[in-house]
């Protein structure tokens, strides 16, 4: 199975704060690394798949970038609705497996 | 609108059978992979595995290979998660979800709203 492990586990971060979150594969993945977004209590939500294709919808302070194996989720400037968790995960090969998880809090 | 309803929570004894459902509408069922994820309590995703209602045909994560059954009813647009004999380790949340590009194993856009099931003697 391809691991995937995310960096940092947790962040404190302020209303306005541009945050990033690092999501590394255990072997290559090329692009196919999506994120999600998981408010607590509801179902997780896609942001960005293809490592750096918006979702419709989602908006634009989101970006994802990176190939093989380094990847990276940037919020430019933090809003009060995106203190949630966050997951990466790999689509290359079976299992689809996910990464541990950011949890974004507010500092 | 695409919309993926899960059957409600569940209380079960170890050793127990269970069988859950997710009812997919808005789209064509037959057409679309549906993905099960696993969030035990307080803890990350875990992928679960695949099918394809078209055919039945499925991928199991290794993790998951012969601890559950997924399966699909083409006639009622519902896919189940099936256990033979629950563990108090299969407490959790379990998400149904689909992409939205057919026949494709592509990212999980449309969600169910999760089943929590508690197994404890």
């Known amino acids: 199975d391809i691991q995937m492990t995310q960096s940092p586990s947790s962040l404190s971060a302020s209303v306005g704060d541009r945050v990033t979150i690092t999501c590394r594969a255990s072997q290559s993945i090329t692009y196919y690394l999506n994120w999600y977004q998981q408010r607590p209590g509801k179902a997780p939500n896609l942001l960005i798949y293809a490592a750096s294709s918006l979702q419709r919808g989602v908006p634009s302070r989101f970006s994802g970038s990176g190939s093989g194996t380094d990847f990276t989720l940037t919020i430019s400037s933090l809003q009060p609705e995106d203190f949630a968790t966050y997951y990466c995960q790999q689509m290359y090969s079976s299992p689809h497996t996910f990464g541990g998880g950011t949890k974004v809090e507010i500092k | 609108e695409v919309q993926l309803v899960q059957s409600g929570a569940e209380v079960k004894k170890p050793g127990e059978s269970l069988n859950i459902s997710c009812k997919a509408s808005?789209?064509?069922?037959?057409?679309?992979?549906i993905g099960w994820v696993r969030q035990m309590p307080g803890k990350g995703l875990e992928w679960m595995g695949i099918i394809y209602p078209g055919d039945s045909d499925t991928r199991y994560s290794p993790s998951f290979q012969g601890q559950v059954t997924m399966s699909a009813d083409k006639s009622l647009s519902t896919a189940y998660l099936q256990w033979s004999s629950l563990k108090a380790s299969d407490t959790a949340i379990y998400y149904c979800a689909t992409p939205d590009v057919p026949a494709t194993v592509g990212p999980l856009l449309h969600w169910g709203q999760g089943t929590q099931v508690t197994v404890s003697s």
């Open positions: 808005g789209y064509f069922f037959t057409s679309y992979w």
